[in-house]
């Protein structure tokens, strides 16, 4: 079965799921027979909520692992990938098993291991959600070409710190802490700030986040945090990790500043519609995509440089070339000449 069809299908499971109003299943009682992994996707989804177990989740995803290593960037090895997946699965277990294997995808699709560290996949609402971290927005940003490196940081109370975007680079900020002061004696996070070193040696604009923005986009922008909030559950993963969004939400907004790759802002429009609740999948790359975007790329830059080189010399010869002087005509012969036109 083809990966678009595969697509296809999730998303039709997803959108199936949201239009009955079905609740969230609950997680298993781990009692009574396990039951087999559903033969399909479709029955995966429809299956009774009580019987879906982390077993059976894994029983059905094992069916599409193919899909899943098919979705990776051919620099890695399915191997780990499909190992971090495996560990996260217990705690997906109540949510849609469609949401998940989209999340699954979505994630091998931008080559982000979902162990913790450049992503992750999480439980929002009974919805499997892929969400990138800083480190995975700083890694598709390296393999761009075009950035040398990422810095990502938070400034505290009592750290050192200089602003003034009017000044040239890199003198427009800078930040001082002290190592023999811990986490806690710091005090108080102020902001988040990011920046990029370019492969010229230029450095990008300083963006910053302070609490009260990153609060506002979470806010406006999270429909799990806000479903969480109603329910009074308070378990998105903005309220267990705010600090790790509040770095994520600096990352990302280094997409306005920096030229970054077709994949970085596709990674941003699929992080901004898993917090919508909407399908992430759509916002991957494929992999065949992107194979004919970087040829066209390459292509591309093998033009500009062409056209970049300075126009050839034509060969002369020698001595130069030789200046034809008019005939000079005698008094004779003009009469002579004269004479035949009359």
Same mark, same amino acid.
């Given at each position: ?8 299908? !999730? ?21 009574? /027979?396990?039951?087999? &992994? ?20 894994? +029983? ?58 450049? *992503?992750? $996949? ?8 892929? $969400? ?5 927005? $700083? ?29 040239? *680079? ?8 002290? /190592? ?6 710091? +005090? ?12 010229? +040696?230029?450095?990008?604009? =300083?963006?910053? !986040?302070?609490?009260?923005? *990153?609060?506002? $986009? ?25 600090? &790790? ?18 994949? =970085? ?7 901004? &519609? ?12 494929? /992999?065949?995509?992107? *194979? ?9 830059? &093998? ?29 004779? +012969? ?9």
């Amino acid at each position: 079965m083809a990966l678009s069809t595969l697509r296809d299908r !999730v998303l039709a499971n997803i959108t199936a799921s949201a239009m009955s109003g079905r609740p969230a299943p609950a997680p298993s009682t781990g009692e009574g /027979p396990t039951t087999a &992994a559903p033969a399909t996707l479709e029955e995966a989804a429809e299956a009774d909520p009580v019987q879906d177990s982390a077993d059976a989740v894994m +029983g059905w995803l094992r069916r599409y692992e193919g899909h899943v290593t098919d979705a990776l960037p051919s620099h890695m090895e399915p191997g780990p990938f499909l190992a971090a997946v495996r560990a996260v699965l217990p705690s997906l277990r109540s949510c849609n098993p469609a949401s998940v294997l989209q999340a699954t995808i979505t994630a091998a699709r931008f080559g982000l291991v979902p162990d913790g560290r450049e *992503a992750v $996949i999480t439980n929002e609402f009974g919805r499997a959600t892929f $969400i990138p971290t800083y480190r995975g927005y $700083i890694a598709l940003m390296h393999r761009s070409g075009q950035v040398a490196s990422v810095r990502v940081g938070m400034v505290y109370e009592r750290d050192e710190y200089s602003l003034e975007p009017s000044a040239p *680079a890199p003198l427009d900020f800078t930040h001082r802490t002290d /190592p023999a002061l811990s986490e806690a004696e710091r +005090g108080a996070p102020l902001f988040a700030y990011a920046f990029a070193w370019f492969t010229g +040696g230029a450095r990008s604009q =300083v963006v910053t !986040v302070n609490r009260e923005q *990153a609060e506002e $986009i979470r806010d406006e922008h999270s429909r799990a945090y806000q479903e969480a909030e109603v329910s009074g559950r308070r378990d998105s993963f903005w309220h267990r990790n705010f600090d &790790a969004m509040w770095w994520k939400t600096a990352a990302r907004q280094l997409e306005k500043v920096v030229p970054v790759s077709a994949e =970085v802002r596709a990674l941003v429009e699929a992080d901004r &519609a898993g917090e919508d609740g909407r399908a992430q999948i759509l916002h991957a790359p494929d /992999p065949e995509a992107t *194979a004919l975007e970087a040829e066209a790329e390459a292509a591309g830059d &093998a033009a500009k440089a062409s056209q970049d080189q300075e126009s050839a010399v034509l060969p002369r010869k020698r001595g130069g070339l030789k200046r034809t002087q008019p005939k000079r005509t005698t008094r004779a +012969g003009r009469k002579a000449r004269a004479g035949r036109r009359s």
